[in-house]
T-cell receptor
Framework: DVKVTQSSRYLVKRTGEKVFLECVQD?????MFWYRQDPGLGLRLIYFSYDVKMKEKGDIPEGYSVSREKKERFSLILESASTNQTSMYLC????WGAGVQETQYFGPGTRLLVL | GESVGLHLPTLSVQEGDNSIINCAYSNSASDYFIWYKQESGKGPQFIID?????DKRQGQRVTVLLNKTVKHLSLQIAATQPGDSAVYFCAEIFNTGGFKTIFGAGTRLFVKA
């Protein structure tokens, strides 16, 4: 079974703090994704990475950055947390999609509250 | 600004009844579709998928129907159980030079015992 783990289930941070969210997958997947999930809005893609040290902006990258130094690990960074970044953050991974439709496997999520 | 009044559609069914959850997708070029189940406090979990060259696919107690004419996808759950209570959402995948996935907002299924 694919396993995607996230470093924290719940986080409480203050406005202006730097926040690191870590994600690790154990299935040697090339693709990794960070989403945020807000009520009624569905999943919105923040950033994704298709290889080590590669990253692509998703639909809502503003206020976020990412790091992929190792294939199994994808980090989401909030440089200066703001209250509108309070959300559920979900990490996912998938096999490389060249000619193959990709099923994304999700971690349990990190619920972040920014005060 | 603050988001007000954004609620998921909710479907309530009696235990043992069949459930039908619907999804309208946006891109006529989408060629792969997935249904996910998300239980409270957990990440989304893959349930069943279907390719665009099919109109029906069956799994264990679940069936997905695809109507490309009206860009509609449905998930049918037979003999719904309390453990089926969750948010269900569809995803469409299309190729724009790389694969792009768009997720629906979801439907909350509530199973009454």
């Amino acid at each position: 079974d694919v396993k995607v783990t996230q470093s924290s289930r719940y986080l409480v941070k203050r406005t202006g703090e730097k926040v690191f969210l870590e994600c690790v997958q154990d299935m040697d997947h090339e693709n990794m994704f960070w989403y945020r999930q807000d009520p009624g809005l569905g999943l919105r893609l923040i950033y994704f990475s298709y290889d080590v040290k590669m990253k692509e902006k998703g639909d809502i990258p503003e206020g976020y950055s990412v790091s992929r130094e190792k294939k199994e690990r994808f980090s989401l960074i909030l440089e200066s947390a703001s209250t509108n970044q309070t959300s559920m953050y979900l990490c996912a991974s998938s096999l490389w999609g060249a000619g193959v439709q990709e099923t994304q496997y999700f971690g349990p999520g990190t619920r972040l509250l920014v005060l | 600004g603050e988001s007000v009044g954004l609620h998921l559609p909710t479907l309530s069914v009696q235990e043992g009844d069949n459930s039908i959850i619907n999804c309208a997708y946006s891109n006529s070029a989408s060629d792969y579709f997935i249904w996910y189940k998300q239980e409270s406090g957990k990440g989304p979990q893959f349930i069943i998928d279907i390719r665009s060259n099919m109109d029906k696919r069956q799994g264990q107690r679940v069936t997905v129907l695809l109507n490309k004419t009206v860009k509609h996808l449905s998930l049918q759950i037979a003999a719904t159980q309390p453990g089926d209570s969750a948010v269900y959402f569809c995803a469409e995948i299309f190729n724009t030079g790389g694969f792009k996935t768009i997720f629906g907002a979801g439907t909350r299924l509530f199973v009454k015992a």
